[in-house]
């Protein structure tokens, strides 16, 4: 009977060591010889022909301990392979070809897959078993997966793996790889973390530390299909194992947090063996001191660029990169039509908002179109955006990797790719944010803005419907918290002018920043939309030629507060109600312009009015329906209704064509003028016919017109 047993020694040590394996080696070459005598049903081991292949030389050169001598002393054949991808050939040559003998039994102690082809050379015999030994099962997959039996090595030899837990700052590591120009996959992270902790030892404990629930403290968190997850993050954490720990927004909160929970644990008895730290923070230098010191194997995981250099100094720590064992789509690998089409994720604030924002301050500053590497980092460091100069250099090297930057010269001279859709997209949203900034600033006389008031102002910026932009009020506040950061715009807490006691945020521009500022020359060319100028006396139809939003905006603005104030027999209506009613209509400012122009004109009037449900004044508008402006939009708007009642009463259908054949005279815009009709509920669309309304008859307004009996 030949029975062999093939030890691949290399590989053993390998998955040994990278699960924290101790394994004393004479034991493990006794124990697999006496473990396969016994397998192949032997009375002796001496009737098992043993042999252990390794590269002999690199385990002379590794330690003190003569590797090949503790294997040969056990009664193994040492076969001598330097080169593993001619191992299979190798074996085959030197042992099987001139063996007359089939095998009956053949047992390789592996795991690697780079001894299967051994399995389907070698002669056996009708009924010989084949096992495969180690510590995961390859055979998965392969032609042998039914035929070769596989058996766990540590199980068979009684080798106790060591326990291991491990803490994630989430929130530093998802910044962090965000950062690094990282699309944060959630289930590529989970799926990730815990094969890399099985890898070293049986996982006891595994927590993931972050404000979870709290929506712009995190970076977007996507599935493998690109959808926004972060409000399934904790489920999806808890179902693969992992603990998620709330803690509140901050880089100080989570480290308390953790720390004493790291110490916690350590203290118990059966605390784990190996201690996983994902995070890239120095503030944990001293609780991994404190593990070390206590004889613990630490490992910190962390993300290369984002990484503490303390930590990586600290030759007692072993440091595993995430970007290494993960394989994160970046944002250079995205095409730029694809970033365009992408409609999921929502484009927030990140490390290239302060390459791209200091950047254009730092050539406007200068007058020029392209700046020194060095320029730029030192103008990092002056805003805070990096801690220190490597990092800066870190930073403008990856920049200039993703094409947001590109090299001018050789020099170290560099510009910004305006055409790259992270620079597109910064650029507008900064720009149409500090432009609202100072616009209301200069046009209200203000000292500064209170921050719901931009908040709602931006909600209106049509210029800023873009994929992924100004989703929420959680989407603009985060930018305006961006802005902030870089040093565009200031935020103030004052007494709120109700109770002093109270403290509100309001927004300042910074005292060196102007429009021309936070944007290149090129983008600032459309100032004509800015109310900057007079508009007394103009009349309807001359603002209509000067700017037609504007004018439409006024027909609206005074239709509704009439309905509004007449039908509630009010004389005023709230303005922000009025915002929000006409807001799906507004083109960038073309509210706030109608509004200026009605109370320059004597039109309408803003006041604060006592609110009969608020102990608080509330912002109110009342319009003044004697002036030539206001008389003439209720009349066209009166003279349309009417000709809605006439089609109603010959039950005639309501369409544009039908209207334009009633009034052929009158150069109506019926676009508009049907639109003010639906958003006044005047008129409703008929379902599944477009283009065709039907008349909502006992209407406050329709009732006038129509001279019925108000009773």
């Known amino acids: 009977m030949a029975a062999y047993l093939i030890v691949d020694v290399d590989d053993l040590l390998r998955h040994f060591q990278g699960r924290s394996i101790n394994v004393d080696m004479q034991e493990l070459a006794v124990g697999l010889r006496g473990s396969a005598a016994l397998a192949a ?40 392979m330097p080169h593993r991808d ?28 780079d001894l299967l082809p051994v399995i389907r050379r070698v002669k056996t015999t009708r009924n010989a078993r084949i096992r495969m030994w180690g510590s995961e099962d390859v055979l998965q997959g392969t032609e042998f997966e039914n035929d070769v039996v596989f058996q766990p090595l540590e199980t068979l030899l009684g080798l106790q793996t060591k326990n291991v837990a491990v803490y994630i700052d989430f929130e530093n590591i998802a910044i962090s790889l965000n950062e690094q120009g990282f ?70 909160s989570a480290d308390i947090r953790i720390a004493r929970d790291v110490i916690t644990d350590v203290g118990h008895s059966d605390g784990a063996d190996v201690y996983i730290l994902a995070s890239g923070d120095r503030d944990f230098n001293d609780v991994l001191n404190t593990l070390l010191q206590r004889n613990r194997t630490v490992i910190v995981w962390g993300v290369r660029g984002s990484t503490s250099r303390m930590l990586e100094k600290n030759s007692s720590l072993n440091i595993e990169y995430i970007d290494d ?5 970046t944002h250079q690998s995205l095409s730029l039509l694809d970033f365009e089409e992408e409609t999921t994720e929502s484009f927030t604030p990140s490390q290239w908002t302060s390459v791209i924002v200091q950047f254009d301050r730092l050539t406007d500053e200068l007058g020029v179109d392209t700046v020194s590497t060095r ?16 990092r800066g250099e870190d930073l403008v090297s990856q920049a200039i990797s993703l094409g947001i930057l590109k090299p001018q010269s050789t020099n170290g001279h560099v510009s910004l790719n305006g055409n790259h859709p992270i620079v597109d997209k910064t650029r507008v949203i900064t720009d149409r944010i500090v432009r609202r900034v100072e616009n209301t600033l200069n046009v209200r006389g203000w000292e500064y803005v209170n921050y719901g008031f931009l908040l709602k102002g931006l909600a209106m910026d049509r210029e800023l419907d873009r994929p992924g932009c100004n989703l929420d009020d959680q989407w603009r506040s985060h930018w305006i ?32 920043v102007t429009v021309s500022d936070s944007m290149p020359a090129s983008t600032v060319e459309d100032n004509d939309d800015e109310p900057t100028e007079d508009w007394t006396g103009i009349t309807l139809v001359e603002l209509e030629d000067h700017d037609e939003d504007t004018a439409d905006m006024v027909r609206r603005i005074v239709v509704s507060i009439e309905q509004f104030t007449s039908f509630r027999n009010f004389a005023w209506c709230p303005l922000g109600s009025l915002h929000r009613r006409l807001r799906a209509f507004d083109t960038g400012m073309s509210f706030q312009r109608a509004v200026e122009y009605l109370v320059a004109n004597d039109t309408a009037a803003v006041d604060e009015y006592r609110n009969p449900q608020s102990e608080y004044a509330t912002k109110g508008i009342s319009i003044n329906a004697t002036t030539n402006i206001a008389s003439k939009v209720l009349e066209e708007r009166d003279t349309f209704v009417a000709m809605l009642i006439e089609l109603y009463e010959h039950n005639q259908l309501i369409s544009a064509q039908t209207i334009a054949n009633l009034n052929l005279d009158h150069d109506w815009d019926l676009e508009l003028w049907f639109s003010i009709m639906e958003t006044e509920n005047v008129l409703n669309m008929l379902p599944g016919r477009p283009g065709q309304y039907s008349l909502f008859r006992t209407h406050h307004t329709v009732t006038i017109v129509a001279g019925d009996n108000e009773n």
């Open 41 to 80: 049903g032997l009375a002796s081991a001496d009737r098992l022909k043993t042999i252990a292949v390794a590269d002999w030389q690199q385990h002379i050169h590794q330690g003190t301990i003569d590797m090949q001598y503790i294997f040969k002393a056990a009664g193994y054949d040492t076969f001598d």
């Open 86 to 113: 001619s191992l299979a050939d190798a074996l085959i040559i030197h042992y099987f070809s001139y063996d007359p003998e089939p095998v009956d039994e053949l047992i390789l102690a592996t795991t690697s897959r």
């Open 183 to 252: 699309m944060v996959n959630l289930d590529h992270l989970i799926d990730r973390f815990v094969t890399q902790a099985k890898a070293h030892g049986q996982l006891v404990k595994m927590a993931a530390y972050a404000p979870w629930g709290q929506r712009g403290t995190l970076p977007p968190l996507v599935d493998s299909s690109g959808r926004e997850v972060a409000d399934e993050a904790p489920s999806r954490l808890a179902m693969a194992n992992i603990d998620p720990v709330f803690n509140l927004p901050g880089k100080n």
């Open 325 to 329: 064992f993960t394989n994160l789509q």
């Open 375 to 390: 320029q730029l980092v030192e103008k990092l460091q002056d805003v805070g955006a990096v801690v220190n100069r490597p």
């Open 481 to 512: 918290d961006s802005l902030v950061r870089e040093q565009l715009l200031e935020r103030q807490l004052v007494p709120h002018r109700h109770n002093p006691d109270d403290l509100v945020p309001v927004i300042k521009l910074c005292s060196d």
